[in-house]
């Protein structure tokens, strides 16, 4: 029997230890995982890009998307918008992602000590001063990536195209 297109979608969705494995799996046969993590509270333009952008620098595309509980400790009280089994199930739904896990830290440094993704993108707005190389105290996962020898890669960002800007724009409607 055939799976069902969100049965496929679920099947994405794994959990840290699930989601260790399948990556050894497929490292071990020689393929480059590529690893991002965010809120993608509301999905719009600037994430579809970057998310593309992202699974073109390998052969498969991990998110680590931030907990409901993360989010509100680093964006807002009332943030995220959208409950995080409800985020999840959007970003499976895309074909550029191929594994989605959840995480309960603020940042991602637990998930890529972990999985130790050969390449680690986020966007070019983490740049550091110095142009190309990634602010490290602005995005501390990066240090975790240098200390094994991973790729970082940052994608261009995608002007007024952001969550903030979009819940903002809402909240001038009449």
């Known amino acids: 029997m055939s799976k069902t297109i969100q049965e496929l979608t679920q099947n994405k969705i794994l959990t840290r230890t699930e989601l260790a494995e399948e990556v050894r799996r497929r490292q071990q046969a020689g393929e480059r995982c590529v690893f991002t993590n965010g809120c993608f509270d509301l999905l719009h333009l600037g994430h579809i890009r970057y998310l593309q952008e992202a699974r073109a620098q390998g052969d498969f595309l991990v998110l680590g998307l931030n907990s409901d509980e993360s989010v509100r400790r680093f964006k807002s009280p009332t943030r995220p918008l959208v409950p995080e089994d409800e985020r999840a199930e959007i970003l499976a739904a895309l074909s ?65 195209h952001s969550t903030t800007e979009l819940i903002a724009k809402i909240k001038r409607l009449p």
């Open 96 to 160: 550029c992602i191929d594994y989605v896990t959840i995480f309960p830290e603020t940042t991602a440094e637990a998930l890529i000590d972990l999985l130790r993704p050969d390449i680690y993108v986020k966007g070019a707005d983490y740049a550091g001063a110095q142009g190309g190389q990634p602010d490290t105290t602005r995005l501390p996962e990066a240090r975790h990536v240098m200390a094994y020898n991973g790729e970082i890669k940052l994608i261009p960002y995608l002007p007024h």
